[in-house]
């Protein structure tokens, strides 16, 4: 029988404190020589942290930032574990610079007083790595994936406990009135469920990662590489500074609820976001079938000038005013077979229009070869053709007219199954965030402290990036934990 025993909290000290000690001194070293705060601080943030405030700081700015740096990279969960290894251990308090370890309210008002400058910090850290992804890939950095997620916050609507009585009374409500199979109590719960917390309205339902819960609600833009380009934090400064967003009562679908929600945040996110960063300008976009809308194909390619956009199609295709059909990818199919797709061949034509065309052949036509002059030419071999050219039927498409079934790219095609694959990043980005960077299950529902949370994750990462290109070991830019171990 294996006999369980409880760890004390000097054991559990001990033994992270054992997993550091080999190359601990040393890479506190190669951070202290590769982070030039200088440099990633902006100038409005250090004067702003040393305004008159009536009494000196007994605790510096760069110290602060550093322990929460630290924090992120040796994924400590919580800010009272973080202040207990400060406090047993001299070099990492010789490293951020600290005589008295703060308490646990010091990082908290940090947080919460200097939420703006921590934003303009992660903008200024986003020009920064730019150049290096682009230098690393430039077709993954050429890229913009977003996607939403959310940050649970510690109410009482997330205890399983409060979901599970909803569903038990409905169960015996059905039992009770004799109720069919047609009645749902799950269904039924998730009606019934408020669409905020009690304690907090900002704190909204949603259905996030397949599980109900109530999360405040953000948005992320990552490239190719899966590097973290920009953070939206859906609250009232959000929806105030975009009037245009009308948040609408949730539906009785939790997908419905999420595309909608994701759909109306995704164009000012980016128009935001290129605003900030002039300099930057990806000419592929990649996102979930949320985003499958002809209003926001068409503010994608003529707004902001994207030149693909890859896009699942939620709801299948129609052509009107054709004497064809098309396949779930766009492709024309033969008049006489609707399984049967044409063949895509490139246009050589040179329309006087000189808008960009798409050209489809016969599925039948093969290219033959006169004996005598060499020359080749197009034969269609069909027993039913449907039209009296020897080259058979040919269909110019113009995909400007229907950028939803032909946005940049033909579906279907191996490029768009290869690149569509790159989306999956920045999923990776956000569980990275949550689970090393330890932005789930933080135990407080304070907005700010969320989102100062949220930033210093985003600040975090794009550090990582920093330090791997000065030390030149670029398979370091997601995480640095490699170089502990």
């Not at 259905?207 to 380009?229: E, M, P, Q, S």
């Not at 033959?368 to 080259?391: A, E, F, L, Q, V």
């Not at 039927?393 to 946005?407: C, G, Q, S, T, V």
Request: aromatic letters at 10%; a positive charge; proline letters at 5%.
């Amino acid at each position: 029988m294996i006999t369980h025993k409880q760890l004390t909290l000097a054991e559990v000290f001990e033994d992270c404190q054992n997993k550091f000690d080999n190359d601990k001194y040393q890479f506190l070293s190669l951070l202290d020589e590769a982070i030039n705060l200088d440099e990633i601080v902006p100038v409005s943030f250090v004067f702003h942290f040393h305004a008159q405030t009536g009494r000196p700081r007994k605790h510096q700015l760069y110290p602060m930032l550093k322990a929460l740096l630290l924090q992120r990279i040796f994924s400590i969960p919580t800010d009272t574990l973080l202040i207990v290894f400060l406090k047993y251990s001299q070099e990492l308090r010789d490293f951020c610079g600290f005589d008295v370890v703060p308490d646990g309210s010091k990082f908290t008002r940090f947080k919460q007083d200097f939420l703006s400058d921590l934003q303009s910090m992660f903008d200024h850290l986003v020009d920064l790595t730019e150049p290096i992804c682009q230098k690393l890939n430039p077709a993954l950095a050429d890229m913009t994936i977003f996607d939403t997620s959310g940050i649970e916050a510690w109410v009482t609507e997330n205890n399983p406990k409060y979901a599970n009585r909803i569903i038990k009374q409905l169960k015996a409500f059905k039992k009770s009135h004799n109720l069919d199979d047609s009645y749902d109590p799950y269904k039924a719960a998730y009606g019934s469920m408020p669409t905020h917390a009690a304690s907090n309205q900002a704190i909204q339902q949603m259905y996030i990662n397949g599980h109900f819960c109530y999360a405040y609600k953000f948005g992320i833009v990552t490239n190719g590489l899966g590097i973290v380009r920009d953070i939206s934090f859906y609250n009232k400064d959000f929806l105030n500074a975009h009037p245009d967003i009308i948040v609408e009562k949730k539906s009785d679908s939790p997908d419905e609820d999420k595309s909608l929600a994701d759909s109306k945040a995704l164009l000012p996110v980016l128009i935001d976001f290129f605003k900030k960063h002039p300099l930057i300008e990806p000419k592929t976009f990649l996102g979930d079938a949320a985003f499958d809308t002809i209003e926001i194909y068409k503010s994608l390619f003529e707004d902001i000038g994207f030149r693909k956009a890859f896009i699942p199609l939620r709801v299948k295709l129609s052509m009107e005013g054709t004497d064809y059909t098309v396949n779930e990818n766009g492709i024309p199919c033969c008049p006489h077979d609707s399984t049967l797709p044409m063949k895509r061949e490139g246009s050589k034509s040179h329309l006087r229009s000189k808008l960009p065309t798409m050209k489809f052949v016969c599925p039948k036509m093969k290219w033959m070869r006169d004996k005598h002059t060499g020359k080749t030419y197009r034969k269609c071999h069909c027993d039913n053709p449907c039209t009296t050219s020897s080259c058979g039927r040919m269909i110019y498409i113009y995909p400007e007219k229907n950028l939803r079934a032909y946005p940049g790219i033909e579906r279907g095609s191996h490029e768009w199954k290869d690149t569509y694959k790159i989306r999956v990043n920045v999923e990776k980005s956000i569980n990275h965030f949550k689970d090393s960077f330890c932005i789930a299950n933080r135990k407080t529902q304070n907005e700010k402290t969320l989102h100062a949370d949220l930033l210093l994750a985003g600040i975090t990462q794009l550090v990582t990036v920093l330090v791997a290109d000065k030390i030149h070991k670029h398979q370091y830019i997601r995480s640095l934990k490699p170089l502990i171990a």
